[in-house]
């Protein structure tokens, strides 16, 4: 699964526009697409693929920062920005997050540092899930929430007749 969010309406090459857009003045790559979507059939074939960009890993990521009690909204957005400045940048941001005792989301499969914010080859580990944060709607999630939040508000209302 791969996606793009157009910043300008004029249409350009894909490669050239990722390449001006998102890479950082080092030259790390901030985005880490295409994801792999892990079917049955394909589980075995894709192995390695799914590996480092599995779309439950982003689907995790963004989940992670859709909720404000892992991390506030500001600061997620300030994440983003800093991304764009480069690993260096990266590094002092992380830090001030781990001193207010909020932490970026762990990936279990990088085992350098839990505090960095780019693997060694694959670019950013959270930006693609920046991005999307105010646009992806995991519907299953999403309804699951609503069920149980009407089930709260249906038994407070039996509770109270």
């Known amino acids: 699964m791969d996606?793009?969010?157009?910043?300008?309406?004029?249409?350009?090459?894909?490669e050239r526009a990722r390449k001006e857009e998102y890479t950082t003045w080092m030259g790390e790559s901030?985005?880490?697409r295409p994801y792999?979507?892990?079917?049955?059939?394909?589980?075995?074939?894709?192995?390695?693929a799914a590996k480092?960009?599995?779309?439950?890993?982003?689907?995790k990521a963004v989940d992670y920062f859709q909720n404000e009690e892992n991390i506030p909204r500001r600061f997620a957005k300030e994440i983003q920005d800093t991304y764009a400045m480069?690993?260096?940048q990266m590094a002092p941001l992380g830090a001030f997050?781990?001193?207010r005792k909020?932490?970026?989301?762990?990936?279990?499969?990088d085992t350098k540092d839990k505090r960095a914010s780019f693997f060694d080859e694959q670019g950013a580990k959270w930006y693609d899930a920046l991005e999307m944060m105010d646009l992806y709607l995991d519907l299953d999630r999403d309804?699951?929430?609503?069920?149980?939040?009407n089930e709260q508000i249906s038994n407070k209302n039996n509770t109270s007749e």
Not at 41 to 47: D, V
Not at 102 to 109: A, G, R, V
Not at 143 to 149: G, S
Request: aromatic share 12%; glycine share 2%; with cysteine.
């Open 3 to 14: 996606f793009q969010i157009c910043r300008n309406i004029f249409s350009r090459d894909l």
């Open 30 to 32: 901030l985005i880490r």
């Open 36 to 48: 792999f979507v892990e079917t049955e059939k394909n589980k075995e074939i894709f192995r390695e």
């Open 52 to 59: 480092n960009h599995s779309f439950q890993q982003f689907k």
């Open 86 to 88: 480069g690993e260096e």
């Open 97 to 99: 997050l781990s001193s």
């Open 102 to 109: 909020m932490q970026l989301p762990f990936d279990e499969k």
């Open 143 to 149: 309804i699951c929430r609503k069920e149980r939040t």
